[in-house]
């Protein structure tokens, strides 16, 4: 994908792969090479940026909307199964995407655990501790990547308290691609 856009708003956006948050403003034109999981990334005079799902309509954009999880229970008042919740964590975090590569988390083998537990006294409220990595340890979008898994994370009917730690060890390699996620990459 590569669109040009013409910014609308002056926008927050990091800078990747350093981290660094910068204001782009109106006017700028903008190379649009990745659209994955609600982020965007750009390159703006050769720089390139991600800009959050929130600031979509800088770009001209809007933000897909987000949809109701399938699981028994959601929208009926009634409590997701444990099963149901599992696989909508999961499916929350294959929607958080490197903004490099366009494969997400997951797929990428970034996420080393994730235990969902109750919370004591509170009824139908789960915690979800998750340990993840980054591609290089150098890399400066850990945080943006820490909160787009948390926010998301914390969308979910039932997760009341997310917290996700960037883990070093082990060093992630390319062995920990899923096979589609090499497949897509072209390394199989």
Same mark, same amino acid.
């Given at each position: 994908m590569s669109e040009t856009v013409t910014l609308t708003r002056d926008c927050e956006a990091a800078v990747v792969p350093v981290g660094t948050k910068v204001t782009l403003l109106a006017g700028e034109q903008a190379y649009i090479t990745q659209s994955l999981g609600g982020a965007y990334t750009i390159v703006v005079n050769g720089n390139m940026f991600r800009i959050a799902e929130q600031d979509a309509d800088a770009l001209g954009k809007t933000p897909p909307p987000k949809p109701l999880p399938p699981a028994i229970g959601a929208g009926t008042g009634l409590p997701m199964s444990? /099963?149901? #919740?599992?696989? /909508? &964590?999961? %499916?929350q975090m294959r929607s958080c995407y490197d903004p490099e590569i366009p494969v997400n988390i997951v797929d990428l083998g970034l996420v080393y655990d994730c235990k969902i537990e109750p919370i004591a006294g509170v009824p !139908?409220?789960?915690?979800? !501790? =998750?340990? $993840?990595? #980054?591609?290089?340890?150098?890399?400066? $979008?850990?945080? =943006? #990547? +820490?909160? !787009?898994? +948390? %926010?998301?994370?914390?969308? *979910?009917?039932? =997760?009341? !308290?997310? %917290? *996700? /730690? #960037? &883990?070093?060890?082990?060093?992630w390699n390319q062995g920990m691609l899923s096979e589609a996620a090499k497949l897509q990459l072209g390394l199989l």
């Open positions: 444990a /099963e149901a #919740l599992e696989k /909508e &964590v999961w %499916n !139908d409220a789960h915690r979800v !501790d =998750v340990k $993840m990595t #980054l591609t290089a340890p150098g890399c400066g $979008m850990g945080p =943006v #990547l +820490q909160q !787009d898994v +948390q %926010n998301k994370l914390l969308s *979910v009917e039932g =997760v009341d !308290d997310v %917290n *996700v /730690e #960037l &883990v070093w060890e082990p060093q």
